[in-house]
């Protein structure tokens, strides 16, 4: 029996194509995204993480068992310290211009991290667990190949602005976090009616279209009317 995260990652092969053509993420990988660009990234990926972290802490309290609890209440925990910190540590370093306030949301940002806490909030528990997941996984093989990109980039400028955070983006830890985010997915389709697995695809596809959106608007920005 396929599993549901297999199919899933399949009927989403045309946005993830798109995904990996967009000029952002091939100029992040070979150094040459001006830093005014990438300050705003990392400015909004910031605001995105508060938001994912309370998603995930939501998910964690509707989980179906104390394990599967404290995977994702790790998960939101990570995301609130861990990475946020890297953020704001890249943020207010120096290597990014002077540290402003943070900017308001873009309405890309705005709009994945209402959607995610919203379903998260009100929708079932499978539901909520299939539309966290594109963020791991789709950042996960994002970054195996930027990493690799950035790998070069290094090489040819050890001083590079940027490179090196984007080196981490290749974690071992992370891509194991994954594999588990998934299983667990899996486990609740598996629990799930028909009609929730509907659902679930229709999160995850959604999510989907949201990773793309945020990373695209980096570079190409849609501005909130006047």
């Not at 991290?113 to 539309?131: D, G, H, N, R, W």
Request: charged share 20%.
């Amino acid at each position: 029996m396929a599993r549901f995260t297999d199919r899933v990652w399949d009927e989403t092969k045309q946005l993830r194509a798109a995904i990996d053509e967009l000029e952002f993420l091939r100029r992040l990988g070979d150094g040459t995204l001006p830093l005014d660009v990438f300050r705003t990234y990392i400015e909004q990926d910031a605001i995105y993480l508060a938001g994912y972290a309370k998603a995930l802490a939501l998910l964690a309290a509707r989980a179906p068992d104390p394990v599967t609890a404290a995977f994702w209440a790790q998960a939101a925990a990570t995301s609130a310290t861990v990475e946020l910190s890297l953020h704001e540590g890249l943020l207010s370093g120096g290597t990014l211009g002077a540290a402003g306030e943070l900017p308001a949301p873009s309405n890309a940002c705005l709009g994945y991290v209402s959607y995610l806490i919203a379903t998260a909030a009100t929708e079932p528990y499978a539901v909520a667990a299939a539309a966290v997941l594109p963020c791991f996984w789709i950042y996960a093989e994002v970054g195996r190949d930027l990493a690799a990109s950035a790998q070069g980039v290094l090489a040819a400028d050890p001083g590079h602005p940027y490179a090196q955070w984007v080196t981490t983006y290749d974690n071992q830890d992370f891509h194991d976090e994954v594999a588990k985010a998934r299983e667990l997915v899996d486990a609740a389709a598996d629990a799930a009616s028909d009609a929730e697995r509907d659902a679930m695809s229709t999160a995850f596809v959604t999510a989907s279209r949201y990773e793309l959106l945020f990373w695209d608007t980096a570079l190409h920005p849609q501005p909130w009317p006047a």
